[in-house]
């Protein structure tokens, strides 16, 4: 394929993708055929085969974009450059603001874990952990240094955190008065202030210098 | 019927919405058939329809049971006992406890909203409206009060809170080495430090005592 046709392919893939996030989300991964997807997608099922052979590797796609984003916040957290409360906050708020953009891709990935094909759900866990592990390092690297101070086990505020950042795909309305990145600073101001010593004032510090 | 009979019906419908909720949690509700149902049950098609004339029927039961917890618990907080802070403890610690309890259950909950027949889906949306406003309302009486201080919204601040609790469902494991009433108290710490004032000591003077 020269460069244009790949580039044609490629946008066309992520067309696809995104309507399959949307109607995956409304209707359910099973309740959707491929034959709706192509007719959503608006091109026949005939040329919806030549960019996916399966509704599962459309589902498959889809996990791989999430576990993608994860491994890039992994990997700020674990390149040490910010101290434990600025990655923790980072996190949060970057997975609010993707988490509101991609709502409807969130929903499938935390809803249609049970359809997954057992490769790809191996796959999941192991990235999910090491994620997770990552976070849990961060923390205990905090508390080590007397930044971060906390009275239960590090798994037990990472999934705090975690779950008050992911549940936003239940909640989050674009119409709304809160921007995705306002949303994400308030919420990593109410979880870090639970850890954090009374120097850490997060948000507030943010929001009083950007007026 | 008589008591026993009654008694004995119960039981069964009782068995039979368990079975459902693991089930349903296991395989999704669509991929879930009655007859499959009346096997993991123990019983035949026909007995199975006895207690429920369709799978709808078994779904919106699994949901009546948890808008009925949820309306216990708004109760509870609207009946004025409580100091704000002690009601939203309160509520974060029981919903935990809840939902570690009832995993499966909470699982179909969150992920199956798609499959409710509209009427359901009506009624669940008014309850959980009704639901979050009362919590909402308590973290105004609260800010009122001086009790508790938020830069945010009230419903950043509920809805950070009901994710944290009700994530649970995704990670709480029961072979773990913290027991449900311990997590509950510690994500309850970790929520309330943030909209608290310094008085507040929540689950360290909770543990403190138990000593």
């Given at each position: 394929m020269d460069e244009r046709i790949a580039a044609r392919h490629e946008t066309r893939r992520r067309h696809i993708l995104n309507v399959a996030s949307r109607i995956f989300a409304e209707r359910g991964y099973r309740a959707t055929s491929m034959q709706a997807l192509a007719q959503e997608s608006g091109m026949g099922k005939a040329s919806l085969y030549h960019y996916f052979h399966s509704k599962e590797e459309v589902l498959a796609e889809l996990y791989e974009h999430v576990i993608r984003e994860n491994i890039v916040s992994a990997r700020l957290i674990a390149s040490?450059?910010?101290?434990a409360l600025e990655a923790l906050d980072r996190v949060i708020v970057d997975r609010v603001v993707y988490t509101c953009e991609n709502r409807e891709l969130l929903n499938v990935f935390f809803e249609e874990?049970?359809?997954?094909?057992d490769r790809l759900r191996g796959r999941l866990i192991v990235a999910r952990r090491e994620y997770e592990a990552t976070l849990m390092e961060a923390i205990a690297a905090g508390v080590a240094s007397g930044e971060i101070s906390i009275s239960t086990s590090p798994r037990v505020v990472v999934n705090t955190m975690l779950g008050a950042a992911n549940w936003v795909y239940k909640w989050y309305d674009?119409?709304?008065?809160?921007?995705p990145a306002e949303i994400g600073r308030d919420v990593s101001e109410l979880l870090l202030a639970g850890i954090a010593g009374p120097n850490w004032v997060g948000g507030r510090a943010r929001r009083a210098k950007a007026q």
């Open positions: 040490g450059s910010l101290s874990e049970a359809e997954l094909p674009p119409k709304g008065v809160l921007t």
